[in-house]
């Protein structure tokens, strides 16, 4: 009998975490095959709660504050997470996901791309110089 109480925690668990990819590719239907791993909110290949990421600490600390089965994300809990500022830092939290910085310390803010006129012609000026073709910088 312990055997399947066990059992059927833990499928509990790995349901939710599939659900909760489910909405994930919902809410974001044209990312990279590669973004709908367990690796968005979890430190390793395979998640638990116990390895949480960054992103995955904050969007459970975002999920608490909802009313609604705080295991069970939807693709509008998603979008609202990222469309918030978890860390307070002025960015959001999908700017912080996509420059892998830190959802949860203000310090860690994704760096900018300077946009600049030249001769009436936006230039956005990369925080890396990047090489020519003949190999120069």
Sequence with gaps: MTL??????AAEAAWATIDNQKSYKAAYPDKD???????????????????????????????????ADAKKLTAEDYQAFDAADADGDGATNAQELEAQTDLLDPESVPVQDETVKKNDIEVKTPTEPQQTKEGGR
Excluded: E, R
Aim: charged letters at 20%; a positive charge.
């Design 4 to 9: 399947v109480v066990v059992l059927s925690v």
């Design 33 to 67: 095959p590669k973004a709908y791993s367990c690796k968005l909110c979890h430190d390793g290949a395979m998640g638990n709660k116990d390895n949480l990421n960054a992103y995955g600490k904050a969007l459970k600390s975002f999920k608490a504050t909802m009313p």
